[in-house]
Each structure stands twice: as C-alpha cells, then as structure tokens.
C-alpha cells in the first residue's frame, strides 16, 4: 500500500512528533511504501508558548521525508494534495484545531474525486482548553475525510458528534524514546515522586501539589517539563503558599530523551493527576524505567496501567482522593509491591494491532 503520513517530525520536538516519526517507520516495517510529508513552520509562533524545535532527532529520523508545508503558504497545502493523488492511504496527524486550514488545502489539492483514502489520526479531537472557532474548524475536516482514529473511547464518541465518518478508537501502541540504561530492579524507597512533560492546567499539577501537602509530609517532588504560559509563575506561587519549598524541585524546560533516564532514577512513583486526557505514552515511559504510576481515571489512561498491580487510579480533579491515594501508596509495602508489578512495554503486538486499524480504512475503502 502507498501511504503518506502528513505531521510534525524532527526538528519538531514532543510527543506528537515522536509518534509520528515513529508511525511512519512501523508502516514502513511491514511493508508499506511510505511517504512523511512534514512542515516547515506548523503554525505562528505565538500560539505555541515555548520552545518548537531542538538540534538532536530523538528517534532515527524517517528517510522518505519532505519538509514543504508551512501554515504560512497555501500553495505548499494545495502542492502537497497534488503530490498525494496517487497514494492508497493519507493519514493526517491531528493534534490541534490550527493546523485544519492546511488540511482543508491539502484535501483541495488532491482533487474532488480522490483515490486516496483519507484518515484523521486525531491525538486530540478537541483541544484540552477550547475556543468557540476550534470545533468549527475541526468539524470541516472530519466531515471531509473517510475515517477517523482515535485513541480512547470518549474521544470516538467526540468525533462521532462532528461527522458520519468512520470512527475507531485504538490504544496508542508504546513508544519508548528513552529506553532504560539497565534493568536492575531498584527495591529502595525513595519517598519522591516525579511529574513529567508539559506542564498545562489540564495536567492538574496544582492538584498534586495540594494532595502531597495534604498526604505524607516526608515525601518530596521533582516536576520537569515545559512550562505553558505564565505557569512557572503560577507554581511557584503555589508552591511557596503551600509551603513545599524543600519539597519540591521544579525544573523547567523542555526535557529531551537523552536526560529522561536520569528523572526516573531514584522516584517511586510517575504521578499523572490529570483534569482530562485523551492518551499518553508517558506511562509506557514510566515502566521502561520500572517505575509504577498514579494516574487519574480519564482518557486512556485506565488502560494503561494494571491498577493494583503496577499503578493507581484516583477520581479526577479530586486532592483529597489523590492525597489519599498517596497515603496508601506509602502505606506499608505497597510502594515496592507495585514496583515489583511493573514490566517493560511489549510494543510488538499493540503497534500490530494499531496498524492494523488503520490500514483497515483503505481496505474497507477498497471494497
């Protein structure tokens, strides 16, 4: 099959660009003829507070890569369409309502009468904190395209909402771009925690932080990540008005694959004590590292992780259930108990199946 995956990649930095480089080389690992078609510039800068690119790939970059688009110049977005009229599968990244103006061009260019079947891989259907345009925008490709994916079962049914399309939902498959450097287990406690990646409000760090004020006064934080916005600011507030000062270390800044292995040492635990989610590798990245994860019940994450048996889930947007659950994570043997439950991802058969999901479109498609 001919396939283009249209996304963010190298020098782009994050999540989204490391799932799609990553998809691109395991459609390509099973046979494919594939194509990624990335930007140049995704979108203004001032939309994205921080930093956008960095010098070192974090995954071995995609061979077969143009880096044409812009949101800048529409005549890239009608360009790329024209390139792709020959393709069997074009998979659009979805991972912000900005980016649909290209995809509307890119959908023109490749004419009324497609052969390609077209699929919205939609990492996020709608944006964690919305503006009234953003569905809208959102709607106009969905109800344009073949398929839709996504990644956990509330977002299917936010997408079914905005178009007669095909919906599947499928876990995202592990994506590990920081493997462990060995895999002794550590049977020390720690009494530390680590909060990881961007830090936006939907990530509910200010609830972490109350909930370990409130839960067991020996146990510290490290939170390491891009600070959205004026967050920094507003931690730090928060942070000395709960008086967590010699508790909490906050590192701020983007952290790239080579420092991850280093935050995981020497943590019992990886707290994710999100308002909302839709998916994360993060706690796949937790357990390469054989650290468990508390995590909220939203989005995919339940499906994540075993609970009792290698995490914790806690009622969202919660600080006494959360502080809670850190008591009794802390209580008796239960910190190492759930260490001892961790294993390493096995990407093998969830990337087998999510590809095999995907693909599933243009064959349906076909028929």
């Not at 830090?199 to 990540?225: F, I």
């Amino acid at each position: 099959m001919r396939i283009a995956v249209i996304g963010p990649t190298h020098p782009f930095k994050g999540g989204i660009s490391q799932y799609t480089t990553e998809l691109a080389h395991q459609l390509a690992g099973v046979g494919h003829d594939v194509r990624l078609e990335s930007w140049t510039r995704q979108y203004p800068a001032f939309l994205y507070p921080g930093r956008l690119t960095i010098e070192r790939p974090e995954l071995p970059p995609f061979p077969h890569t143009r880096r044409r688009l812009s949101w800048r110049r529409p005549d890239s977005w009608f360009a790329c369409g024209r390139r792709l009229r020959d393709h069997d599968l074009v998979v659009l990244v979805v991972a912000s309502p900005v980016q649909m103006p290209a995809y509307r061009g890119i959908l023109a260019g490749m004419g009324s009468n497609r052969r390609a079947t077209v699929v919205t891989q939609c990492h996020n259907v709608l944006p964690h904190e919305r503006r009234s345009v953003d569905e809208r925008l959102m709607r106009g490709v969905l109800t344009r395209v073949d398929g839709v994916l996504t990644h956990s079962d509330d977002q299917g049914q936010l997408a079914s909402t905005l178009t007669d399309a095909a919906v599947s939902v499928e876990q995202l498959a592990p994506l590990v771009v920081a493997p462990a450097t060995a895999h002794v287990r550590d049977r020390e406690l720690h009494r530390r925690l680590l909060f990881f990646g961007l830090v936006r409000p939907y990530k509910g760090l200010d609830v972490l932080l109350r909930a370990l004020a409130a839960g067991p006064a020996d146990v510290s934080l490290t939170v390491a990540g891009e600070f959205w916005g004026d967050m920094p600011d507003q931690v730090a507030h928060l942070v000395t008005e709960l008086d967590l000062a010699d508790r909490v270390d906050l590192r701020c800044g983007y952290v790239e694959a080579a420092e991850v292995p280093g935050l995981f040492r020497n943590v019992d635990a990886l707290a994710m004590p999100y308002r909302s989610a839709t998916a994360s590798v993060n706690a796949y990245l937790a357990f390469e590292h054989g650290v468990p994860v508390i995590a909220s019940r939203v989005g995919s994450l339940p499906d994540d992780l075993r609970e009792g048996v290698d995490g914790m889930l806690v009622a969202p947007d919660d600080v006494a259930a959360l502080a809670t659950a850190l008591t009794n994570f802390y209580s008796g043997d239960t910190a190492l108990r759930l260490r001892s439950g961790v294993r390493r991802p096995d990407a093998g058969p969830q990337w087998s199946r999510y590809l095999k999901t995907l693909t599933s479109f243009a064959e349906a498609h076909a028929r």
